[in-house]
């Protein structure tokens, strides 16, 4: 990376199934992205428990001596439902909470494979990074093409005109893990000139009125 100026990554969020999937490549990429954290003394911030993808990411994190956050509703946690948290935890009220919690206390974020509630939060932190209420690194994880079909269909929504180029920009892929953590450290983030005239503060939603069709 001789040239180019690296983003300092200290927390790295990931997202991924509470399932472990059908191919063993997932497992074994989960574990290895773990190792590559702790190797790079990157801390990781996680939905919580030990189920799945979930479970391995965590456990080899800890294994190599960094720290472990799970964030946690509190519904989850309610006859052990996902397992003990790999570290320390954080019980929330909400899934939103828990995300927005996520979002404050992570330097970048990383996609595994996962099911509907890995796709939420990857589009959300998106979505925010587009509304310029963050301006953090996100990308996906793609073992054996899992995310060809998404990276497919987001760049029919730009051709489209539905995404702008601009905003396609957001979000990076790689298939191994020590380049997807090169990519998100050499990310730059550029805001869009008129989503980010919006304001957000932490007292309110409200936002500036833009004369302009925003492609959202």
Request: a positive charge; proline letters at 3%; hydrophobic letters at 45%.
């Amino acid at each position: 990376m001789e040239g180019v100026l690296v983003r300092k990554i200290k927390k790295i969020c990931v997202f991924c199934g509470a399932n472990s999937g059908k191919d063993v490549a997932f497992v074994n990429a989960a574990f290895h992205l773990g190792k590559v954290l702790g190797k790079r003394k990157i801390d990781l911030v996680y939905g919580g428990g030990k189920l799945g993808l979930m479970g391995c990411v965590s456990t080899a994190v800890a294994q190599h001596e960094r720290q472990v956050l799970g964030i946690i509703p509190s519904a989850f946690t309610i006859n052990n439902l996902v397992g003990e948290t790999c570290g320390k935890e954080i019980k929330v009220a909400t899934m939103q909470e828990r995300l927005v919690m996520m979002m404050k206390l992570s330097d970048a974020f990383i996609a595994l494979p996962g099911g509907f509630g890995t796709l939420e939060e990857l589009f959300q932190m998106i979505s925010w990074a587009q509304l310029n209420i963050h301006n953090k690194p996100i990308g996906v994880l793609n073992i054996n093409g899992f995310f060809n079909g998404l990276l497919s269909f987001v760049d029919h929504a730009v051709k489209q005109e539905f995404i702008t180029p601009r905003a396609r920009k957001i979000l990076i892929s790689a298939t191994t893990a020590d380049e997807l953590v090169d990519k998100l450290q050499a990310f730059r983030f550029e805001p869009d000139p008129a989503l980010s005239k919006l304001k957000w503060s932490p007292s309110s939603n409200q936002k500036e009125k833009l004369d302009l069709t925003l492609r959202l």
